[in-house]
Structure formats: structure tokens, C-alpha cells
């Protein structure tokens, strides 16, 4: 049984930092991405950084690149996101997610069949 934890969402001012946590559990895929998603109040939920397990190749929503990172810890089985320069648009519930097919590279909410509970984080204006 798949099961995702998210940590580390909290309030922020804009300009400032946070650094989401996403530990998983029970995974048995052999090739798998992560994938981090938002969703702000009376929106869609949307793509925002994935990274292929295997290899760690990275994809980014146009609107969080150059400022988010995400990472990975193998021994820990846990994913990270770098958030910097944070603005309001960033306020959202983020969750994390697992693709089981490992398609690192496409925002398809769809292909992500695990997810988390959600953490969230607030900018500041």
C-alpha cells in the first residue's frame, strides 16, 4: 500500500522560502516519478515539478521555473521541493503524488494514481 506523507507547508512572506518534504512508502514500481501539485481555492489542480526516480530527470511548470527544485533522498524515500522567491500566486495546497508508469516529463494529473494528504503554504503580500 502506497502511502505519502507531506510536510514542511507553513506561512511565508513573498520573497521568502519553503522546502516541502514528501516521504513515501510501499512503493514497488521499478521506475516511477514523483510529482508535486498544486491547487489554490476555486482552481484546478496543477502540475508544478516532477523528477523520475530513476535517473532523477527533472520537468518544471513553466511558472515555478528558476525559482523550485525538486530533489530526491533514496535512502529516505522522500522527494523534496525547494520553493524560493515565493510570491502570492504560490498559495495553494501542494500535494505530493506518484506516477507509477514513470512519465516524468508530462503534467497529466491523470497519470498520478497515489496521493497525499496536501500541506499548505500561504505567501504574504
Known amino acids: 500500500q502506497v502511502q505519502l506523507v507531506e510536510s514542511g507547508g507553513g506561512l511565508v512572506q513573498a520573497g521568502g522560502s519553503l522546502r516541502l518534504s514528501c516521504a513515501a512508502s510501499?512503493?514497488?514500481?521499478?521506475?516511477?516519478?514523483m510529482g508535486w501539485f498544486r491547487q489554490a481555492p476555486g482552481k484546478e489542480r496543477e502540475f508544478v515539478a516532477a523528477?523520475?526516480?530513476?535517473?532523477?530527470?527533472?520537468n518544471y511548470a513553466d511558472s515555478v521555473k528558476g525559482r523550485f527544485t525538486v530533489s530526491k533522498d533514496n535512502a529516505k524515500n522522500t522527494v523534496y521541493l525547494q520553493m524560493n522567491s515565493l510570491n502570492p500566486e504560490d498559495t495553494a495546497v501542494y500535494y505530493c503524488?506518484?506516477?507509477?508508469?514513470?512519465?516524468?516529463?508530462?503534467?497529466?494529473?491523470?497519470?498520478?494514481?497515489?496521493w497525499g494528504q496536501g500541506t499548505q503554504v500561504t505567501v504574504s503580500s
Open positions: 510501499g512503493i514497488t514500481f521499478s521506475n516511477y516519478a
Open positions: 503524488a506518484v506516477d507509477p508508469s514513470g512519465t516524468w516529463y508530462s503534467s497529466s494529473v491523470r497519470r498520478y494514481a497515489y
Open positions: 523528477i523520475r526516480w530513476s535517473g532523477g530527470l527533472t
